[in-house]
């Protein structure tokens, strides 16, 4: 087998098989095949496409470039939750613990943030001793004790994607939707997951700006999962504006401990019920979504999720009192308002920008070498709909750097359009593809 053959099957508009693709994936994992045959066949898939069939031999090719998570020794369901990154997300903190609680196994491999603001991992280590850094025997141990983990990816696990990707990076040919849900479902795969539930965001703070894009990828995510075997689930929700309030790592944290409280902001409890609910079927706690999020509302109201939350992070070495004490998380030494120059309705936020704001005062990494000032970002006081008078604080900024909050605040302001009449802001919960 030649890749030359291969490359010029595909540019010809042909089917690869599966032999086919596997061989490709392998030898160029290996170094056997050199990176400009690797970007011309990218290049032909870019414009050719991949059908279903192509599209799920070349995932599972690339969960089996690496080592794969065996999550065998825990007992029941184990479910895992992805979401395809947006302005303010901090879902994993509030809803593993409530997923958790309700006796489903949430077995999660995280990474951190590059970009806007930080990943899972960033957040968590708000958490004075919190550590992913753990065995994966620890892992699994924890998981069958109280049903949650979290830990870094310290195993090498689709290796082929990330050479794929930083190839593809180069070469104009990230945008294609095989390309981008097998990159995504490769590594979900190899992390040993039972049951699959995505989070894929549309609008201005997304990946996919257009909704027909996120819906065309959530479909493609879920059939690549059905195609290795693991029941997957897509939620397409709104990402036009910041999820929730806070934009910063322990800010972020703090609204999640808030929600566990019964005190979260609507949308992201909307997010978090919604996606919770999944999971608890998913796991087999539940028969169906109304009585899974019964059970949801349940352990929040009586408190046994902002238990598990403390538990959890007790177990991987940080202080639990720091979930029943906010003031322990990391705190910035300036905090301000920015305020509004205009009056009228909020009509449209430009999401993306508030999370540059964020990343300017520490709060996101640039290359992978940053170091996240944790304590920083921003405290939402209008979104979109809201009626705001001029003088009025849109945001309370936290910052360490007189000089990063100036320039974040004048970038803040300009993020915010408004309007003189009402506005009717669109569904935050856009479909479920199943």
């Known amino acids: ?36 045959q690797m970007s011309a066949m990218m290049m032909a898939i870019y414009f050719r496409g991949m059908n279903e069939e192509e599209t799920a031999a070349l995932t599972i090719a690339m969960a089996n470039s690496g080592e794969t998570l065996d999550l065998s020794s825990i007992d029941g369901i184990k479910v895992d939750k992805h979401s395809t990154g947006g302005v303010g997300d901090k879902t994993s903190i509030a809803l593993g613990p409530m997923v958790a609680s309700c006796g489903v196994k949430i077995a999660k491999m995280s990474g951190r943030g590059l970009g806007h603001t930080g990943g899972t991992i960033d957040k968590l280590e708000s958490f004075e001793g919190f550590s992913t850094g753990i065995t994966s025997e620890h892992f699994r141990n924890q998981v069958n004790r109280i049903g949650i983990s979290i830990m870094g990816q310290t195993l090498d696990l689709a290796p082929a994607d990330k050479k794929l990707y930083a190839l593809r990076d180069v070469t104009a040919t990230v945008d294609n939707m095989s ?132 538990e959890f992070v007790e177990a991987q070495g940080g202080n639990p009192a720091a979930v029943y004490d906010t003031t322990l998380l990391p705190q910035a ?35 992978k070498e940053s170091k996240i000032d944790l304590s920083v970002g921003l405290v939402l006081h209008k979104k979109v709909g809201d009626y705001v008078k001029k003088g009025e604080a849109l945001a309370t900024v936290h910052a360490n750097d007189r000089q990063k909050l100036e320039a974040a605040k004048e970038r803040f302001v300009k993020a915010y359009h408004y309007c003189d009449k009402p506005v009717v802001k669109a569904a935050f919960i856009k479909g479920i593809v199943r």
Do not use: W
């Open 333 to 367: 030494s300036i905090v301000e308002e920015i305020l509004s120059e205009k009056e009228g309705y909020i009509e449209k936020i430009i999401c993306d920008e508030i999370g540059i704001c964020s990343l300017i005062l520490g709060g996101g990494r640039e290359t």
């Open 1 to 36: 087998m030649r890749m030359y053959d291969l490359i010029m099957k595909k540019r010809n508009g042909g089917e690869l098989s599966r032999e086919e693709i596997d061989f490709m994936i392998s030898e160029y994992t290996a170094g056997s095949i050199p990176d400009y």
């Open 179 to 310: 390309l981008i849900a097998s990159s995504i479902m490769s590594k979900k795969i190899a992390s040993g997951a039972d049951a699959i539930i995505l989070d894929v965001k549309t609008g201005s703070g997304a990946f996919m700006k257009k909704e027909e894009d996120a819906f065309a990828l959530a479909k493609e995510m879920v059939t690549l999962g059905k195609h290795a075997g693991r029941q997957t689930v897509a939620v397409i929700s709104d990402m036009d504006e910041p999820l929730g309030f806070a934009v910063g790592n322990a800010l972020e944290v703090k609204e999640a401990i808030e929600t566990l409280q019964g005190r979260g902001p609507e949308d992201f409890v909307k997010l978090c019920m919604t996606l919770g609910a999944q999971m608890v079927v998913a796991g087999g706690k539940a028969e169906n979504l109304e009585q899974a999020e019964k059970m949801l509302s349940k352990i929040i109201e009586d408190g046994t999720a902002l238990r598990k939350l403390a």
